[in-house]
């Protein structure tokens, strides 16, 4: 079982640079497939980036390419999600997942474990 726990969401305003962090137990990050997920009142759940198990491949949804970054620390056994330039249609409340599977990661049916998700509030 992998346990999940998201941290580091709140109000901020748009252009500012936040980091969501994803602490993992349970299982080595380096052993799945880590991802993003955000969900808007009113919208389907909807991918925002991955990495690899490898740590060196990355993916991002097109929405926030160039803005967010995707990153591990595998000693701290913790995702993380930087956020920059945020725009205010970016709120949402964030979700990390983990996945076994092997070549599907953007699509939430993908993956197994969820955590609990953190708010994140973008003002003009």
């Known amino acids: 079982q992998v346990q999940l726990v998201e941290s580091g969401g709140g109000l901020v305003q748009a252009g500012d640079s936040l980091r969501l962090s994803c602490a993992a137990s349970?299982?080595?990050?380096?052993?799945?497939?880590m991802g993003w997920f955000r969900q808007a009142p009113g919208n389907e759940r909807e991918f925002v980036a991955a990495i690899a198990r490898s740590g060196d491949i990355t993916y991002y949804a097109d929405s926030v390419k160039g803005r967010f970054s995707i990153s591990r620390d595998t000693a701290k056994n913790t995702v993380y999600l930087e956020m920059n330039s945020r725009k205010p249609e970016d709120t949402a409340v964030y979700y990390c997942?983990?996945?076994?599977?092997?070549?599907?990661?953007?699509?939430?049916?993908?993956?197994?474990?969820w955590g609990q998700g953190t708010q994140v509030t973008v003002s003009s």
């Open positions: 349970g299982r080595t990050v380096s052993t799945v497939i």
């Open positions: 997942a983990a996945t076994l599977a092997y070549g599907y990661f953007q699509r939430a049916q993908d993956y197994t474990y």
